[in-house]
């Protein structure tokens, strides 16, 4: 008997510990987290450091999409972080090689937020090429609207009327644009 009980006392540990897990599945799943953002994309926040409020912009290096965190002294509006983007790199972003390819496309500045959709105004409409610097500059802007939580899709229009953008394959998409049509053009 006093050989039992340990023997009864594992096993009854290992049925515990079994019973206790997450069950295994088959084969992995696709996840898509609440409101659609990819499960890697960043999404504003607060800095877990400082508990500063932290900006997120998309600036370019090496022809690719480079995610830039920016501390701010309070929660940026769309519009805010739409003139951040449009400022260009810090000096000291710059000096990391860090620029920007929305130099070749006037943005207005104005953007409109209308059920989770940004609309953003441009005055030169694209020229239809997909040049990779026409690619890059719209993907700055999809981007780093996006990781706001009250933004899940942006549009571009000219005149009020909506425009075809490039997406990273080079196709134009004449709806609503997501980080999913510029993915293959970010670092992490």
Known sequence: MIVRRPL???????????????????????FTPPGGRSASAPSATTSAATGAPKQILYLVRDGRLVVVHR?????????QQLESLLAGPTESERKAGLTSALTGITVTGH????RGQAD????????????????LAYGQVVCTLTTRNDVNAVTFTHGGEPLG????????????????????LITT
């Open 71 to 79: 501390l701010t002294a309070s929660d940026p509006t769309i519009s």
């Open 165 to 184: 953008i490039p997406r990273a394959d080079g196709s134009l998409a004449e709806g609503p644009l997501t980080a999913a049509d510029y993915a293959a």
């Open 111 to 114: 953007v409109r937020l209308d």
């Open 8 to 30: 009864l006392a594992l096993a009854l540990c290992f049925a515990t510990m079994t019973a206790c897990g997450v069950p295994t599945e088959d084969h992995p799943r696709t």
């Open 120 to 135: 953003v105004e441009i005055d030169t409409p694209p020229d239809g090429t997909g040049r990779s610097d026409e690619v």
